[in-house]
Antibody, heavy 128, light 110 residues
Framework: QLQLQESGPGLVKPSETLSLTCTVSGGSISNTNYFWAWIRQPPGKGLEWIGNIYYRGSTYSSPSLKTRISMSVDTSKNQFSLKLTSMTAADTAMYYC????????????????????WGQGTLVAVSS | QPVLTQPPSVSAASGQKVTIPCSGS????????VSWYQQLPGKVPKLLIY???KRPSGIPDRFSGSKSGTSATLGITGLQTGDEGDYYCGTWDPSLSALVFGGGTKLTVL
């Protein structure tokens, strides 16, 4: 069973860059059936997908955050990371990393995906 | 505004059944699998249903999922106070090139 753990600062100043890392255990980050995802949840609000990365480095990002996001993966450490630039108060949220199961099948719909394991989350506040 | 529409809240008596709808469009729910996530108060979201109607190991059969056209539904029978929390639907929307969630539905067990 996969286990994921986020690490990073709990407080970021406005205009600065947030850097978070997720460490995966219980399985290989190079598993071809997985993307590795970031999801956030502002206090009292719903879930928002940020983006995900494949072990080979290909990425998909939320259109609303695309210009501010960069993601990377370190297969030697079984870790993946997120950088979010130009932080504002609106980015204050619980940030989760999660595993996104992904599979192409010969049926319709042809692609299966779901977030099956989640980290505990790390609360990031943006304040001076 | 979330791409998938869920009612903000639903409620039902203990032991009864409740359904939570999730409405989308032909590009998202209509052409893709739907998953459901349970978030109990103060807890991490947990996968409840995947591929529209499949339950992960360990999820009781009191929870069920279905999809018809551009809508999906989560059903919960034999409601327990421990089921109180927020429930989210999710899918892929190729027109947005994004994974999308519903706004969430808060379940209250009376």
């Amino acid at each position: 069973q996969l286990q994921l753990q986020e690490s990073g600062p709990g407080l970021v100043k406005p205009s600065e860059t947030l850097s978070l890392t997720c460490t995966v255990s219980g399985g290989s980050i190079s598993n071809t059936n997985y993307f590795w995802a970031w999801i956030r949840q502002p206090p009292g609000k719903g879930l928002e997908w940020i983006g995900n990365i494949y072990y080979r480095g290909s990425t998909y990002s939320s259109p609303s955050l695309k210009t501010r996001i960069s993601m990377s993966v370190d297969t030697s450490k079984n870790q993946f990371s997120l950088k979010l630039t130009s932080m504002t108060a609106a980015d204050t949220a619980m940030y989760y990393c999660a595993s996104l199961f992904y599979e192409h099948i010969s049926a319709w719909p042809p692609i299966r995906y779901y977030f099956d394991y989640w980290g505990q989350g790390t609360l990031v506040a943006v304040s001076s | 505004q979330p791409v998938l529409t869920q009612p903000p809240s639903v409620s039902a008596a203990s032991g009864q059944k409740v359904t939570i709808p999730c409405s989308g469009s032909s590009s998202n729910i209509g052409d893709n699998y739907v998953s459901w996530y349970q978030q109990l108060p103060g807890k991490v979201p947990k996968l409840l249903i995947y591929d529209n109607d499949k339950r992960p190991s360990g999820i009781p059969d009191r929870f069920s999922g279905s999809k018809s056209g551009t809508s999906a539904t989560l059903g919960i029978t034999g409601l327990q106070t421990g089921d109180e929390g927020d429930y989210y639907c999710g899918t892929w929307d190729p027109s947005l090139s994004a994974l999308v969630f519903g706004g969430g539905t808060k379940l209250t067990v009376l």
